[in-house]
């Protein structure tokens, strides 16, 4: 019943930024934890970054700290990631998705409900 739409994605150069955009709909909770995950072509499934919509709880993955922020805005109910100093190993399909667990998850088997992915490519 919950739905993700992600968007934002694009080609940058190296060094460049973009931010991306999930926008929840369907039966959704104030409890949730949301979270990005990124993929690339013959790698596994990364996580990226998290936030618990209770208070605002961040992690971040060690590979994007300093360089990415999570962040949420309750009214629109929609996730954002805000991507500076992008590398090409930043490239992927970057995915957001949702958890009903109090703890946030690095994991995507903690994670409940995905969107569809957007295309992220940094060239050098």
């Known amino acids: 019943q919950v739905q993700l739409a992600e968007s934002g994605g694009g080609l940058v150069q190296a060094g460049g930024s973009l931010r991306l955009s999930c926008a929840a709909s369907?039966?959704?909770?104030?409890?949730?934890?949301m979270g990005w995950f990124r993929q690339a072509p013959g790698k596994e499934r990364e996580f990226v970054a998290a936030?618990?919509?209770?208070?605002?709880?961040?992690a971040y993955a060690d590979s994007v700290k300093g360089r990415f922020t999570i962040s949420r805005d309750n009214a629109k109910n929609t996730v954002y990631l805000q991507m500076n100093s992008l590398t090409p190993e930043d490239s992927a399909v970057y995915y957001c998705?949702?958890?009903?667990?109090?703890?946030?998850?690095?994991?995507?088997?903690?994670?409940?409900?995905w969107g569809q992915g957007t295309q992220v490519t940094v060239s050098s």
């Open positions: 998705a949702a958890s009903p667990l109090i703890i946030i998850m690095t994991t995507k088997n903690g994670y409940k409900h």
């Open positions: 369907g039966r959704t909770s104030s409890n949730y934890v």
């Open positions: 936030i618990r919509w209770s208070d605002g709880g961040t």
